[in-house]
Nanobody, 116 residues
Framework: VELVESGGGLVQPGGSLRLSCTVS????????VGWYRQTPGNQRELVATITKIGITNYAASAKGRFTISRDNEKSSLYLQMNNLKPEDTAVYYCNLYAAFWDRDYWGQGTQVTVSS
């Protein structure tokens, strides 16, 4: 399974970005996928996840500002981020959790920088 993120960049506070993640094969159809982020010196933290039946879960910091979605036909996962804040600055990682194997798969990460 390969995951490739795109869509990161530099944005001003209050701005928006949409992250995309393409998942190889058909794994996205039957597994929970999500977004995590990490800043230097800190552990990777949950941003949002979405199950194979569309149930979503958000970190408190993401609720009301971020929206996770998936398109199984395109084997893609998305994260729409609105009203971005400087504290959202991080490397964002796409994740697929293969429950049958109890294994996590990760993308290479995409940098999001929120700064004026």
């Amino acid at each position: 399974v390969e995951l490739v993120e795109s869509g990161g960049g530099l944005v001003q506070p209050g701005g928006s970005l949409r992250l995309s993640c393409t998942v190889s094969g058909s794994g996205i159809r039957s597994n929970t996928v999500g977004w995590y982020r990490q800043t230097p010196g800190n552990q990777r933290e949950l941003v949002a996840t979405i199950t194979k039946i569309g149930i979503t879960n958000y970190a408190a910091s993401a609720k009301g500002r971020f929206t996770i979605s998936r398109d199984n036909e395109k084997s893609s996962l998305y994260l729409q981020m609105n009203n971005l804040k400087p504290e959202d600055t991080a490397v964002y990682y796409c994740n697929l959790y293969a429950a049958f194997w109890d294994r996590d798969y990760w993308g290479q990460g995409t940098q999001v920088t929120v700064s004026s």
